[in-house]
């Protein structure tokens, strides 16, 4: 078969976004860490059972339930911002109308509806952390007459609840939802708070010109800044006194992008900041999970070579564009 054959197949595959998988995966299995209790040292981190178990069956699940859940839901909210991405000059399958909006809704549905089928396999909880997060990211967060992404403080509310559930899911196939999990997802879902405005900074010129508005677009670009290098503070001194050193090494890792984001306040140094994030937190997991690494690099360099080939476009990179 021609590449020119194939290469439009694989857009129904790219339309669900799945370099945006890692940051939801880094966080589900952090949180099975934190239930397991299996990373309380970071010299947990090196310390891996390659033992098949039914437990790494459930948490191989979870990962395709969240993966299908969060493609759909992406998708979703492209169906809902053709205008921003195209003044953002981004996320062009749908507004360009290489997929058309009926077969982008009907994927969509599609693995929604594997991603419950799966979570009601798994466990009541599972299935009900994957339907709160279809519905918040899915449908209150971009139609009317909710459409919270176009309401500052709400958005940042459901997507505080999405790095939440995030983390709730993996920590389900270990332990119920219990006080242990609210201490210790804390940080996480600081940390992911921070990260979540640092991601409204870039596009915020075009939002605005699409009559979008963002957290950024709000309250403008140096409260939106502040503001997130204040919640990572809060994430740092709080990992300090957990029993989860995982969360501790990664903000660490991050703290020179973050002070360089405090001296060179600019839109190139928020991305890098959000991308270095993203880069650690992946590779902390990957220490514990090496399999994860293969993933990792084979969808990255994957993913090169979709939009080299189809549209000559340079992504993804580590630059701060």
């Not at 992404?149 to 559930?165: A, D, F, Q, V």
């Not at 002070?259 to 990957?286: D, E, G, V």
Request: glycine share 4%.
């Amino acid at each position: 078969m021609q590449p020119d054959r194939w290469f439009p197949k694989l857009d129904y595959f790219f339309i669900t976004r799945p370099m945006l998988f890692f940051p939801g995966w880094n966080t589900l299995l952090a949180g099975s860490l934190a239930a397991s209790g299996e990373v309380l040292l970071i010299s947990d981190l090196l310390q891996y059972n390659w033992r098949f178990s039914p437990t790494t069956k459930d948490l191989s699940l979870s990962l395709l339930a969240f993966m299908l859940a969060m493609g759909g839901c992406f998708i979703l909210n492209q169906l809902q911002d053709v205008d921003s991405d195209r003044q953002n000059k981004k996320l062009f399958l749908v507004g360009e109308k290489f997929i058309s909006k009926s077969s982008a809704y009907y994927e969509s549905i599609l693995l929604i509806g594997l991603s419950l089928l799966t979570g009601i396999y798994l466990n009541v909880a599972f299935f009900l952390l994957v339907l709160f997060f279809v519905i918040i990211t899915g449908y209150l967060y971009n139609y009317h007459p909710f459409h919270f992404k176009n309401r500052p403080l709400w958005g940042l509310l459901l997507n505080m609840l999405m790095g939440w559930i995030a983390f709730a899911l993996g920590w389900s196939i270990y332990r119920v939802l219990d006080q242990h999990f609210l201490l210790y997802s804390f940080p996480y879902l600081v940390l992911n708070t921070s990260l979540y405005l640092l991601t409204t900074i870039p596009d915020a010129a075009g939002d605005q010109a699409a009559g979008k508005k963002t957290f950024c677009v709000r309250f403008g670009f140096k409260t939106t800044m502040a503001i997130s290098i204040l919640l990572f503070l809060v994430a740092l001194i709080y990992s300090i006194f957990r029993h989860d050193q995982l969360i501790l090494l990664l903000n660490l890792l991050i703290l020179f992008p973050f002070i360089r984001l405090m001296y060179t306040p600019t839109r190139a140094q928020a991305i890098r900041t959000i991308k270095m994030a993203i880069f650690f937190f992946s590779f902390l997991i990957c220490l514990k999970f090496p399999w994860y690494l293969l993933i990792m690099v084979l969808l990255f360099f994957f993913t090169r070579y979709y939009y080299r080939q189809r549209f000559q476009f340079d992504y993804p990179n580590f630059r701060g564009d």
